[in-house]
């Protein structure tokens, strides 16, 4: 049985004190039921909220990292330095930093490789574009991107990571895949990683859908058997709404 997770990315939202609020009025109304809960707030407030998360079960994450340990690369965020402010887990390759920022496939798979070597847990994000999906790529785009970010990962390693398959086109926008359909391809991927390392990986391996989530939509996706969780963007943002969604949409 895979434990269902829940990670709330923050993006580019909730000065100190916002965050601190957030948590205060999250853990107040979030009720525990034995899934995995991981808040992945900006840089500046990472260290206020392992604060306040502290002694509870809720996990911090981060929403990016660069790969090598220390040295001259003014503005980036080394692993340790993660680890250091307690971070269990980092949002790796989400397709705003493929997008915008030019992140690759081959960045991709180097940060993963720093994150696992610093225990850090990796939530690997990978999706097609409308483009891409009108094209009938979908298939071939998704499996290109799991191929390349496990590549020199051995399968003890790659069994602990996170997968979320967010289609690009469902980032933002209110029209999220429909559950059926995200199931189809998230199964799809776990096909790619049982051929890249065998069936006991892939059933291992945790894979979550992202995309316009929000807590009326989410019990629908927790329910197909393919899907572990959820990365949850602008419905994570509020502490109600995102206790409701933590809960995988149950009351
Ligand atoms: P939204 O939930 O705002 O669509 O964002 C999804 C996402 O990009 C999470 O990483």
């Given at each position: 049985m895979r434990t269902p997770i829940i990670a709330a990315n923050w993006k580019m939202h909730k000065t100190v004190a916002e965050a601190k609020d957030f948590c205060r009025a999250f853990l107040a109304s979030y009720e525990p039921d034995g899934g995995e809960v991981v808040l992945c707030p900006p840089f500046t407030a990472l260290g206020a909220v392992a604060e306040l998360l502290q002694g509870t079960e809720v996990k911090l994450g981060a929403q990016d990292l660069f790969w090598e340990e220390k040295g001259a690369y003014t503005g980036e965020i080394a692993p340790g330095m993660l680890v250091d402010v307690g971070c269990?887990?980092?949002?790796?390759?989400?397709?705003?930093?493929?997008g915008y920022f030019g992140e690759t496939d081959a960045d991709v798979n180097r940060?993963?490789?720093?994150?696992?070597?610093?225990?850090?847990?990796?939530?690997?994000?990978?999706?097609?574009?409308?483009?891409?999906?009108?094209?009938?790529?979908?298939?071939?785009?998704?499996?290109?991107?799991?191929?390349?970010?496990?590549?020199?990962?051995?399968?003890?390693?790659?069994?602990?990571?996170?997968?979320?398959?967010?289609?690009?086109?469902?980032?933002?926008?209110?029209?999220?895949?429909?559950?059926?359909?995200?199931?189809?391809?998230?199964?799809?991927?776990?096909?790619?990683?049982?051929?890249?390392?065998?069936?006991?990986?892939?059933?291992?391996?945790?894979?979550?859908?992202g995309g316009s989530v929000n807590k009326e939509n989410i019990a629908q996706f927790m329910e197909q058997p393919e899907i572990d969780g959820a990365l949850v963007g602008g419905a994570s943002l509020d502490p109600a709404g995102f206790a409701v969604i933590a809960r995988g949409g149950r009351s």
């Open positions: 269990h887990y980092v949002i790796i390759g989400h397709s705003e930093r493929r940060k993963v490789r720093a994150a696992l070597a610093h225990d850090l847990k990796p939530i690997i994000c990978l999706g097609e574009s409308l483009e891409q999906r009108e094209a009938g790529q979908t298939e071939k785009v998704v499996t290109a991107q799991v191929r390349s970010a496990y590549e020199g990962i051995d399968a003890s390693l790659a069994a602990g990571t996170v997968i979320a398959y967010e289609p690009i086109w469902a980032i933002g926008t209110g029209r999220n895949a429909t559950p059926e359909e995200a199931n189809r391809v998230i199964g799809l991927i776990r096909q790619t990683i049982a051929d890249i390392y065998d069936e006991e990986t892939a059933g291992q391996i945790r894979i979550q859908y």
